[in-house]
């Protein structure tokens, strides 16, 4: 009898060590996925405690600031994963009010179960509680009002279920549409919105506008990640996107703007297989204009300059202020100062962070991969608007880029908003990146 008493208790003793190991692989897993989806970011005010929310989003009909998501009364302490489940994949709160669609529920509606019960378990078990009352929206009525939002979810947001691979799919490209698509919701910020204010697709098989690029938002353009040449990633190789979402710079490439964010609090944590997974999706996806042709390096501005030439429009604002880091050839220094001929960034339609770059410069941060920091000044106090317009249209139209030009007035209008920003004096970004 007391043999059996012995082996009883040892038995049980095992099963709580398995159901505690599994415990703990599954809050793991949830920590991941969360990386994968970058929550930290935005639910992290500047100099806040992590996930408590409080950080000001700034969007078209006002400012949001974004939710205690920690596992305290203040936070989500009393959800339950129908609860949690509601807010992520649907978009309704516990109190039955739709969300404002600043929380990517649209695109979290294909995140899988699984995932979601990891997730669940992360946010109950794996965060600290902080207590932190929401703050309200600072949205002026009628704007303000909830009810409208459940007809916005009634008609963009898509039902919840995780989408199945296409017969014959490549797997890996599947596993990086999952990333892309859901939890890394990349659409969110690189697809254009209609006036309504939803995506215009949220998947690749939807509409060629998925990932084409957006409007301007605090100062930045979300490129196009599409396969175009010109302001896309058809110039990138599958090796260039790893490196650079994994350390945010590549040969040719450094992060910039609310990019920087997504490399420090999410990409560089997730791991190879899945980065590269991404970057093949990414790289599956065709071009929108089926004549673009890849770059041309055109050394004629070079020799120009080396000669001592600086009498192009903007020439000798590039050679003051420029060329000591991006070179007079337009090459830059591997890893360090972006190239910028033949660069994506500096070619698109909409010059807006090329503008906003100059007049207020940045950082690249450091990663675990890259842990060294550079710096571009803000020239913001040293270039007036026409010098500023001439640089930008120089750097836009020299060494085989390809881009319209913008003028004096573009640069103020920008120049007024980074004034009105509490952050200008900060350095928010570096250089450009392709």
């Known amino acids: 009898m007391k043999t059996l008493v012995i082996v009883t208790l040892a038995l049980l003793g095992s099963c709580s060590i398995s159901a505690s190991e599994d415990d703990q692989a599954l809050i793991r897993q949830g920590e991941y996925l969360s990386r994968a989806g970058d929550c930290v970011a935005c639910h992290t005010a500047k100099d806040g405690k992590p996930f408590a929310g409080g950080l000001p989003m700034e969007t078209p009909i006002g400012t949001i600031y974004s939710t205690n998501i920690t596992p305290d009364k203040t936070g989500v302490g009393d959800y339950s994963f129908e609860d949690f489940d509601k807010a992520v994949r649907h978009g309704v709160a516990k109190s039955g009010s739709t969300l404002y669609p600043a929380m990517p529920y649209p695109s979290y509606a294909r995140v899988t179960d699984t995932d979601m019960q990891a997730l669940y378990a992360y946010f109950m078990k794996g965060v600290a509680p902080v207590a932190q009352v929401n703050k309200d929206s600072d949205i002026p009525w009628p704007l303000s009002m909830r009810w409208p939002l459940a007809g916005w979810r009634w008609m963009f947001a898509p039902n919840v279920g995780a989408s199945q691979p296409a017969v014959g799919e490549d797997a890996v490209v599947g596993r990086g549409a999952y990333l892309v698509e859901g939890l890394g919701h990349c659409g969110a910020c690189h697809t254009p919105r209609a006036l309504t204010m ?57 992060v910039f703007g609310g ?20 970057a093949r999706y990414l790289k599956s996806l065709p071009a929108n204009d089926p004549t673009d042709q890849p770059h041309a390096y055109d050394q004629q501005v070079a020799q120009a300059l080396w000669n001592g030439d600086d009498s192009k429009p903007g020439a000798s604002v590039y050679i003051d202020n420029c060329a000591a880091c991006h070179r007079t050839d337009g090459h830059g220094y591997t890893r360090v100062f972006p190239a910028l001929a033949g660069n994506p960034v500096l070619q698109s339609d909409d010059p807006t962070s090329l503008i906003h770059i100059v007049l207020k410069g940045g950082t690249l941060p450091a990663t675990h991969s890259a842990p060294s920091t550079f710096t571009m000044p803000a020239f913001a106090w040293r270039l007036s608007d026409k010098e500023v317009a001439e640089v930008v249209n120089f750097i836009r139209t020299s060494w085989g880029n390809r881009a319209s030009k913008v003028n004096a007035n573009d640069v103020e209008k920008l120049r007024k908003d980074d004034v009105s920003d509490s952050s200008v004096i900060e350095a928010g970004s570096v250089a450009v990146h392709n």
């Open 259 to 278: 990019m920087s964010d997504v490399v420090v609090h999410s990409m560089q944590y997730m791991s190879d297989a899945d980065l590269s997974a991404i």
């Open 198 to 254: 939803q995506e215009k697709a949220l998947s690749a098989g939807e509409s060629s506008d998925f990932l084409s690029g957006s409007a301007p938002l605090e100062g930045w353009i979300a490129k196009s990640l599409r396969g175009d040449h010109k302001d896309g990633l058809g110039s990138w190789s599958e090796e260039q996107l790893v490196q650079f979402l994994k350390t945010g710079r590549s040969d040719r490439s450094a």
